[in-house]
């Protein structure tokens, strides 16, 4: 089976470009290759509830990143470029 090549990879930073998480940036942790679909710090937070164990006696909600997938993600540097091409303000939200 053929790997596939996407336009990011782990270390990178990118803003994110569609969808709920519109105009944020974040640090790529993870790029599942599979799904095409990155885990990106600080992006599309979700809660997961872990049951009682050692470490959480009482069971916990725990704030983790979800998966994004690689088309709605660009690097910083061509977004950046970008958007100084077209003359827009740098944006306040980054």
Not at 56 to 76: C, D, W, Y
């Amino acid at each position: 089976m053929l790997m596939q090549r996407f336009h990011v990879r782990k270390g990178d930073e990118v803003v994110v470009i569609s969808g709920a998480e519109k105009g944020k940036r974040g640090k790529i942790i993870e790029v599942i290759t599979g799904k095409q679909r990155a885990i990106v710090e600080g992006i599309a937070l979700i809660k997961r509830h872990t049951r009682k164990s050692q470490q959480h006696p009482q069971g916990a909600i725990v704030e983790r990143e979800g998966t994004v997938h690689v088309s709605n993600l660009m690097k910083v540097d061509k977004f950046d470029a970008r958007a100084a091409k077209r003359g827009t303000p740098e944006e306040a939200n980054a």
